[in-house]
T-cell receptor, first 110, second 113 residues
Framework: QKEVEQNSGPLSVPEGAIASLNCTYS?????SFWYRQYSGKSPELIMS????GDKEDGRFTAQLNKASQYVSLLIRDSQPSDSATYLC???????????FGTGTKLQVIP | EAQVTQNPRYLITVTGKKLTVTCSQN?????MSWYRQDPGLGLRQIYY???????DKGDVPEGYKVSRKEKRNFPLILESPSPNQTSLYFC????????????FGPGTRLTVL
């Protein structure tokens, strides 16, 4: 069974800094996803990344290394509104199951 | 508005009383899934469906049933709920066909006494 590991945090960063979130997984993953979940709310997709390398979208950059089974999310110019739990998810090629990590809680300090 | 809806949003019930949580999406998505979220355990997949009449078990299917008779609906059935099924439940859908970005419903908070 695939395992997706994340540091539970909390990760505290000052406003304006770069927040770095990491995720490792135990089996071959074909697609990786980052979701943000505010307390009491449902997860919302931030980014998906399917290929090795970097993918940028605004203040967010995802990095995927399939050989190392590692995916990360960088948040530049962190804002207090970024304070949330960030969930990493991985889908293994050829299968339809998506496995989620337990999430990293991010706190951006004003 | 493109969305995934769930009903009810909150439910308190007693052990053994059958219940159904409905899920509906208006995006013509092929893939639908149910998750439960518990503190410290994260999101765990209960069942998923790749299309009408095609369902499969996730990681924690015991005590749950699903059906997919229509593309837009994917109800979760608890035939005989027990207290260990007290949890926050999310329905999600995605386009499928290689596009697996999931859109989540608002969640259903279930308490089984």
């Amino acid at each position: 069974q695939k395992e997706v590991e994340q540091n539970s945090g909390p990760l505290s960063v000052p406003e304006g800094a770069i927040a770095s979130l990491n995720c490792t997984y135990s089996d071959r993953g074909s697609q990786s996803f980052w979701y943000r979940q505010y307390s009491g709310k449902s997860p919302e997709l931030i980014m998906s990344i399917y290929s090795n390398g970097d993918k940028e979208d605004g203040r967010f950059t995802a990095q995927l290394n399939k050989a190392s089974q590692y995916v990360s999310l960088l948040i530049r110019d962190s804002q207090p509104s970024d304070s949330a739990t960030y969930l990493c998810a991985v889908k293994e090629g050829g299968y339809q199951k998506v496995t989620f990590g337990t999430g990293t809680k991010l706190q951006v300090i004003p | 508005e493109a969305q995934v809806t769930q009903n009810p949003r909150y439910l308190i019930t007693v052990t053994g009383k059958k219940l159904t949580v409905t899920c509906s999406q208006n995006m013509n998505h092929e893939y639908m899934s149910w998750y439960r979220q518990d503190p410290g355990l994260g999101l765990r997949q209960i069942y998923y469906s790749m299309n009408v009449e095609v369902t499969d078990k996730g990681d924690v299917p015991e005590g749950y049933k699903v059906s997919r008779k229509e593309k837009r609906n994917f109800p979760l059935i608890l035939e005989s709920p027990s207290p260990n099924q007290t949890s926050l439940y999310f329905c999600a859908s995605s386009l499928g066909q290689g596009y697996n970005e999931q859109f989540f419903g608002p969640g259903t908070r279930l308490t089984v006494l």
